[in-house]
């Protein structure tokens, strides 16, 4: 049957908008609401404030481009980078941690994570606007 056949490109776009599109929301609320919490701990970390500004490259810029498959592998590495920021940061102590459900406490943002790995391996496929690149 046709449509069972396997569509890779497909999935890759499924991907892309889903983590793309998700991460964007919580960027989206940092535009509207201000990244203070970040910026306290970044300071009480004895980090510059300056660095939150990273939140708005890993939260909003590379969303964007990743959900348009603009440069998805560099947006997605960057992506990754800042899930691995905000778990250091934030989620550190949950690292090893399982839910009240029973579940990884910071499955959420490994879910981000590894889906914004398999994005840099994979490229953003055929249904990403820069798809011949080398970057994509």
């Known amino acids: 049957m046709k449509i069972l056949e396997r569509n890779t490109d497909l999935g890759l776009l499924i991907l892309r908008l889903s983590i793309g599109v998700l ?3 919580h960027g ?3 535009l509207m609401h201000g990244a203070g919490g970040i910026e306290q701990m970044l300071e ?3 980090l510059p404030a300056f ?3 990273g ?3 890993g939260e909003v810029i590379a969303p964007l481009f990743i959900i348009l498959g603009l440069g998805t592998r560099v947006a997605a ?3 990754a980078f800042n899930m691995i920021v905000a778990v250091g940061m934030a989620h550190g102590a949950d690292l090893f941690a399982l839910s009240e459900a029973g579940g990884w406490a910071i499955e959420l943002p ?3 994570f590894f889906g914004a790995v ?3 391996f994979t490229g953003g496929g055929k249904y990403a606007l820069s798809n011949k690149k080398l970057w994509d």
């Open 51 to 53: 660095i939150v500004y």
């Open 44 to 46: 009480a970390s004895g």
């Open 28 to 30: 989206i609320a940092k």
């Open 55 to 57: 939140v708005y490259v």
């Open 118 to 120: 398999a994005l840099v």
């Open 77 to 79: 590495a960057i992506f």
């Open 110 to 112: 490994a879910l981000y």
């Open 23 to 25: 991460m964007l929301m």
